[in-house]
């Protein structure tokens, strides 16, 4: 069966393994290679099944451990043109670059296609994946507006990973420089807690089961109120959890075992 585990989620790094039977593959590596590889060895998962590593953007919260990673495993990395022409430079020469284009490709038993997000990095992408039973998961962090594009997309999807990463009022009210704090609340900033659940209903609508809430601020943000602003918006909807859906939250280091689809 499809297996997805959120091993990081954060601003202090993220990555996802994403796995069938015929082996797995990373959504982003923004932690250090040893971490991440104790991590999966710490769930049973050999690292050496792993098929490749598809990155969403360039920031390094996703992107640490890509290179020591991608070398010692002689993995692929997949990401857009524009965010392969920021890592190409700190890259080893050796690793096999891959642009994902929105024909997609085949990875591990898994078809994987990149979606657009809205963020301040060179072309920021999310992920819908398709495993061979006709069921998918799609994850969308580090983007400031939910588009029409990122709705069609996450629609109809079993599995979705969806940022939920700040509170309005933490964030306003908290000690980051205004700049910093206008960024995170711009059009290509970060999903406000709110922003993430007014879309919640909508995806249950269309036949989402299990939401997993990632990258939450550390500062602006706690775990338990991203899930209550998230209950309380199904709840607005009539909607009853573990009867029309699940909800979890992806925490900075996930120590759960892998949620199985």
Do not use: W
């Not at 009210?173 to 993430?196: T, V, W």
């Amino acid at each position: 069966m499809p297996k997805i585990c959120p091993l990081f989620s954060g601003s202090s790094g993220n990555c996802t393994y994403v796995a069938t039977t015929r082996g797995g593959l990373l959504i982003d590596a923004g932690v250090s290679a040893k971490r991440i590889v104790e991590a999966l060895t710490a769930r049973s998962i050999d690292p050496a099944t792993l098929a490749g590593i598809f990155v969403t953007h360039e920031h390094t919260d996703h992107t640490n451990g890509i290179r020591v990673l991608a070398k010692k495993y002689g993995l692929p990395v997949y990401a857009s043109y524009g965010t392969l022409l920021k890592l190409e430079p700190s890259l080893d020469a050796a690793i096999p670059l891959r642009e994902m284009t929105a024909a997609g490709v085949e990875c591990a038993d898994m078809e994987i296609r990149p979606f657009a997000l809205s963020h301040d990095a060179a072309q920021p992408i999310g992920y819908k994946v398709t495993f061979a039973d006709g069921t998918r998961f799609a994850l969308a962090t580090d983007t400031g507006v939910v588009t029409e594009e990122i709705r069609h997309e996450l629609c109809g999807c079993k599995t979705v990973l969806l940022e939920s990463n700040h509170d309005l009022k933490m964030l306003r009210e908290g000690p980051y420089p205004y700049p910093l704090k206008e960024r995170i609340l711009s059009s290509h900033g970060h999903l406000s807690n709110d922003a993430c659940a007014a879309l919640l209903p909508y995806l249950v609508e269309s036949g989402t089961v299990r939401f997993l809430l990632g990258h939450l601020s550390r500062e602006n943000n706690t775990p338990k109120l991203a899930e209550l602003t998230a209950k309380s918006r199904l709840a607005a909807a009539g909607m009853q959890e573990f009867l029309d859906y699940r909800l979890l939250v992806a925490a900075p280091c996930c120590e759960d075992a892998p949620i199985i689809l």
